[in-house]
Structures are given as C-alpha cells and as structure tokens.
C-alpha cells in the first residue's frame, strides 16, 4: 500500500462516533470489532436497565462500571484505528536486503 496516497481517517469523527454502539470501529472500517463492541455496549445498558427496574442496584451498578469500560476502550480503539488507518502492516520483503562486504 502507498502511504503516500492512504486515505486519512479523521481521529475526532471516530471518536465522536463511539456514540453510537461500535460506530468508531465501523468508521474505521473494523467491522467485527465494530460488532463485538457494539453487541456488548447494548447488552451491558439493557440488563442495567432490567436490574435497574427490578431493584437490584449492586447488579446495575457493576454493569454500569463493565459498560464504562467498554466506552472507553471503544473510544481508545477508534482513536488508535482512525490514526492508523491506511498503515500497512506487513514488511515489503523484497525492498528489505541485508549485505555484509569484506574489503581488505
């Protein structure tokens, strides 16, 4: 891939994104992280929500703690996609060479 010519993603779009359930790893293009992320996010507000009907306070409030730290590790992965978008990963083996010379 030409780095060159990559195409930016925008860190701060990604970010305001994570708004939506996995939408700072779909806006990056990672999609099934997109949809791990986002199917945790919404089953982690539903049974908060379902504890928070039925009483169970201390159930909620840990899902609450569990669903914020999903956020933020949203949030952190969508900033580090977005920065490294484009980024190609693998070595070109054929531009890497390695030479040794004896010279006397």
């Known amino acids: 891939m030409n780095l060159v010519n990559a195409e930016k993603k925008n860190a701060a779009v990604a970010m305001v994104l994570c708004v939506v359930p996995g939408g700072g790893q779909f806006y990056t ?3 099934i992280p997109g949809v791990i992320i986002g199917a945790t996010e ?4 539903y049974y908060a ?3 928070h009907t039925e009483g ?3 159930k909620r409030n840990s899902l609450l703690w569990w669903g914020l ?6 949030l ?3 900033y ?4 490294m978008y484009g980024f190609d990963v693998e070595a070109d ?3 890497v060479s390695l030479g040794y010379s004896w010279q006397w």
Do not use: M, P
């Open 93 to 95: 083996i054929d531009r």
């Open 76 to 78: 952190a992965d969508a």
């Open 69 to 74: 730290f999903v956020f933020g590790y949203s």
């Open 80 to 83: 580090v996609g977005a920065k």
């Open 56 to 58: 169970k306070h201390e």
């Open 29 to 31: 293009e990672r999609y």
């Open 49 to 51: 929500y379902k504890y």
């Open 42 to 45: 919404v089953a982690l507000g």
